[in-house]
Nanobody
Framework: QVQLVESGGGLVQPGGSLRLSCAAS????????MGWYRQAPGKQRELVAG???????NYADSVKGRFTISRDNAKNTVYLQMNSLKPEDTAVYYC??????????????WGQGTQVTVSS
């Protein structure tokens, strides 16, 4: 079982920055992929950024060049640095961890979510 605890959300003005943190209850070496998703009111949850155990990253087109995902293996924590925030970035942000078992089954874990509001 993997528990994920997010922090760092809040209210920020357009053009501002926030850094989200996701602390895992296990060594993130044991997790194949970690990522950040977001869900705005009335919309589906969407992938924002992901990072593999090998350090490869991918981003949604809407955040490329503004957001950066990183990991600190010693702290079992994944971060999402968000710069140049826009009102359309307003959403609940969820941390995700995907673990591939020896059977090949992929188990998905989710954090409780943290609200990010971009408004003047």
């Amino acid at each position: 079982q993997v528990q994920l605890v997010e922090s760092g959300g809040g209210l920020v003005q357009p053009g501002g920055s926030l850094r989200l943190s996701c602390a895992a209850s296990v060594s993130i070496f044991s997790i194949n992929t970690m990522g950040w998703y977001r869900q705005a009111p009335g919309k589906q949850r969407e992938l924002v950024a992901g990072i593999t155990s090998g350090g490869s990253t991918n981003y949604a087109d809407s955040v490329k060049g503004r957001f950066t995902i990183s990991r600190d293996n010693a702290k079992n924590t994944v971060y999402l640095q968000m710069n140049s925030l826009k009102p359309e970035d307003t959403a609940v942000y969820y941390c995700n961890a995907d673990r591939v078992l020896s059977s090949g089954t992929v188990v998905h874990y989710w954090g409780q979510g943290t609200q990010v509001t971009v408004s003047s």
